[in-house]
């Protein structure tokens, strides 16, 4: 990332400021790698207080996740109950697609296999799931299966560039390496936790417009300076121009009897 000194020093100072801001965040593991995949495709999409409420839905309702794998839409985004009919409809869709992805990989939904791999071999493995993201691979990693990942969504990461905390061009993945390389694996928990309260809670600064008022008085301006062009000024303008034409013609007049004059 360009200017990573400058940036660092600003990471660091909203580290310490979360951290007075906010309770003490709790780590969180989950029992399972399938379960930490359907909790990340949940946790993308959604507030962190939504995420709990639907997974606690889901878990409540469906006896295993092989049954929210052949579940229908409609049921599915009935038990998650989330306002937001669009988020919720994302959340679905990703959960139906990796749990199927899954399934026709594996031939079941067990992904504890994984644990005994390597911590790459065991990404490479979650890469090549279909309908997977970025934010799920990494969610999963670092929850399921102690790896060093900092995950972030569309809420973060225009948290980050909206403040300026990042270079304002750079890509998902630039913004996470650079957040990896800069917080520890002890530190990425807690600050993936705080980095998403305050995302949660920002609103983006308003741009300048112009108003309706400059826009106007601006506009008065500039026609007070051009003069209409009434039927008074064109009649004007018209008898001027015959008045030219009649001298122009008694000039001519004028020139040829002088001319026969001196002929004679």
Known sequence: MKNSKGYSDKIKKLYKSLKKKYPKVEPVTHDTVTESLVYGAISEYLTDKGAKDAFANILGYFTNFNELRVSRTEEILEIINYKDDKLAREVVYS??????????SFNNIDLESLKKLGKRPAKQALEELEGITTFMIDYCM????SGHAIPL??????YLVGEELVYPSS??????GFLTRL???NQGYEFYSLLRQE??????KKKKTVTKKTTKKKAAKKATKKKPVTKKTTK????KKIAKKAVKKT???TKKKTKKKTKK
Do not use: C, G, H
């Not at 959960?95 to 026709?104: C, P």
């Open 251 to 253: 000039k001519k007049k």
């Open 95 to 104: 959960i139906v697609r990796v749990l199927a992805s899954i399934f026709a």
């Open 153 to 158: 969504n569309t809420a973060m990461i225009d």
């Open 183 to 185: 917080i520890s694996a």
């Open 142 to 145: 670092f929850t399921a299966l």
């Open 171 to 176: 890509e998902q993945k630039d913004i996470e």
């Open 199 to 204: 995302s949660e809670t920002y609103k983006p």
């Open 236 to 239: 004007k303008v018209t008898k």
